[in-house]
């Protein structure tokens, strides 16, 4: 079927779907409210929140505790400030039920002031329905190693695309260690999925005390599947108590498993700058197998470790204390959009990867599975709603394991704030199949 004829007949569906739209804007703009909070608060089950173009700053945190879909214009125009001050994390979703979906798009976020490094930036707590982040952009502050980050707890399917987030630290001073600081990402009893993310862990700035580093990607009781993403552990640092080596990437504990595929690179953190005489600092592998741990990887995946203080690379890429590392033989299918939002009259370019000559089949879709499925003898997980899914032109991969399509999306008005996940399965010339990382179009 012909993609614009997919998304015609989805727009009845989204018109009918919308509880109701709410509007965000400056001062001045005729938007229902000038700053998230109160639109939050007065928006009930199923609603979509539009923000304008702007910098939206919030006295106060924010809980999301009913699923909405909140569209931002974009992380490179649509800001939201949140307190960094607190020692709660300023932005938090929770308690939603299966088949309740909390989407937030399209937005990048700062904090002010320098805040407790031990509290994530953006809190996913209890959530029993998909929780889906788009194009969220964490931009670090100004105070001491205090990064935008993210903590998923006992959350069922959590869906990361385009996103960006950064470690914190502290610098504490050379009377009391400074606190360790948080990764990242945190995934905690969680079933993560991420495509086209950067994940970077925050330095390590204690003057006086030897401080362990963290990892960009931090696991415990949970199931993480990675594509297209670049992962870096923080930098190691040497002191009047010593040094501390660069860490890994990703950090995996109890009883995790890690799926990684498509362009990813993990590195582990460099031995960063050494103040003489303090001594050497070296750099760290990207990721460690320890017992109990399940990683599987692509050939196409990269392990770097991080460099020494004077350049060299004296670390091993892998570390393998007895747990399990399966590389796979062939490239798993992959599936990306811009990172915008599309304006109505505008086009979507879908770009396809895999295993070379590879007949991939995307299918776009009108909401989020309640569930991620596994399909046995499928490398991947189908996200996507199945019901109601439409078939798009089937594609070849060329010899470098790439193609892509282009459509317009049709100017009609009620196409605006709907989003549309869209996945791919593909057949690989020796006969298997792969499903590939999800893409969203979101249109405005």
Known sequence: MNPVSCLLGFSLLASASFAGTITVGPMGSGANFNSLSPAVASAVAGDTILISPGSYPEANVMVIDKPLTI?????AVTELVLPGYTIWSPLTIEQSAPGEM???????????????PDAPSISIEDCLGPVHLQDIVGVPSSGPGRGVSLRAEASAMVLLESCDFFGSSNEGNCGTPAPNGVPAM???????????????????LDKCFVQPGFAAL????????????WLQGSLGKANLSGWTLGHPAVELTGISALSLFGATSLEGGGGGLV???????????????????????????TFTAGKDWDGATTANPINDYGGTLTMASERWATLASGTQPVALGGSVTLTMGGEPGSLVMPY??????????????????????????????????????????SFPVPPIPALVGASYPVQ???????GAFSLSSMATITLL
Do not use: W
């Open 364 to 405: 776009l879709a009108f909401g989020l599975g309640n569930a991620p499925l596994s399909v046995p003898g499928v490398d991947g997980v189908i996200l996507i709603e199945l019901i109601g899914a439409k078939a798009l032109p089937i594609r070849t991969l060329d010899a470098m394991g790439a193609d892509s399509m």
């Open 218 to 229: 931090h696991l415990e009781n949970a199931t993480v599947h990675v594509g297209d993403s």
């Open 424 to 430: 791919s399965l593909a057949l690989h010339p020796g």
């Open 71 to 75: 569209i931002g214009s974009g992380s």
């Open 102 to 116: 909390t989407q937030l798009s399209g937005l990048s976020i700062s904090l002010i002031g320098s805040g407790y």
């Open 275 to 301: 103040p003489a005489p303090f001594g050497d600092s070296y750099g760290g592998a990207a990721i460690e197998l320890l017992p109990d741990q399940t990683i599987t990887a692509t050939p196409e995946v």
């Open 186 to 204: 945190e995934a905690v009893t969680s079933t993560l999925f991420l495509s086209r993310c950067t994940l970077s862990a925050g330095p390590v």
